[in-house]
């Protein structure tokens, strides 16, 4: 299986700031990966798919980027409602495999 | 638009049988990879597998022995079936659409619409 590596495990950011959070595939995907939100209690949301198209609907403040093994996810500007957890997937491979994922919690 | 609504039993003791459906409301039944994956408390969701409208399938290897996953398109309801469950598959299963493409150089599978999840919990 194609283990996903994210980091951080968790960071603590303010309103308006740039967040960004890495995703490590244990071989190449080229751009196969897609990234979600989840709230708790709530399944995941799509958010980004192919490393870097933006799912419809999705704000524009949230972007991808990335190729191979390494990728970024960016908010560029935190906003009240992005207080979440979030999740990189790949699907190069089945299995499909996620990353342990990235708790973004308010400073 | 698209809801997915799921049913199954929620306690189960081990070595019983899981089993959930899931039901699409709205959308196109055909065309899509029907999914079912599930996560427990603090951790990455996992993916179990997967099933298209012509019945093929998917599955993760780590579960294959145990699972089937099948689909009924009269009904446009997909359901997972997980044999000799343990303390271990103690989990919230979610069933969700999967959408994949491909072309030049180009090859996308995502899941786009989810249910609400079901808690499923192994104890004696």
């Known amino acids: 299986d194609i283990q996903m590596t994210q980091s951080p495990s968790s960071l603590s950011a303010s309103v308006g700031d740039r967040v960004t959070i890495t995703c490590q595939a244990s071989?190449?995907?080229?751009?196969?990966l897609n990234w979600y939100q989840q709230k708790p209690g709530k399944a995941p949301k799509l958010l980004i798919y192919?490393?870097?198209s933006l799912e419809t609907g999705v704000p524009s403040r949230f972007e991808g980027s990335g190729s191979g093994t390494d990728f970024t996810f960016t908010i560029i500007s935190l906003q009240p409602d992005d207080f979440a957890t979030y999740y990189c997937?790949?699907?190069?491979?089945?299995?499909?495999?996620f990353g342990g994922g990235t708790n973004v919690e308010m400073k | 638009q698209v809801q997915l609504q799921q049913w199954g039993a929620g306690l189960l003791k081990p070595s019983e049988t899981l089993s959930l459906t899931c039901g699409v409301h709205?959308?196109?039944?055909?065309?899509?990879?029907w999914n079912w994956v599930r996560q427990t408390p603090g951790k990455g969701p996992e993916w179990i597998g997967d099933?298209?409208?012509?019945?093929?399938?998917n599955y993760n290897p780590s579960l294959k022995s145990r699972v089937t996953i099948s689909i009924d398109t009269s009904k446009k309801q997909f359901s997972l079936t997980l044999r000799s469950v343990t303390a271990a598959d103690t989990a919230v299963y979610y069933c969700?659409?999967?959408?994949?493409?491909?072309?030049?150089?180009?090859?996308?599978?995502?899941?786009?619409?989810w249910g609400l999840g079901t808690l499923v919990t192994v104890s004696s």
């Open positions: 709205g959308g196109s039944f055909s065309g899509y990879y």
């Open positions: 071989q190449d995907i080229n751009d196969y």
């Open positions: 099933v298209n409208h012509s019945g093929g399938n």
């Open positions: 969700a659409r999967g959408y994949y493409g491909s072309g030049t150089r180009i090859k996308v599978y995502y899941l786009d619409y």
């Open positions: 192919g490393a870097s």
């Open positions: 997937q790949q699907y190069e491979t089945f299995p499909l495999t």
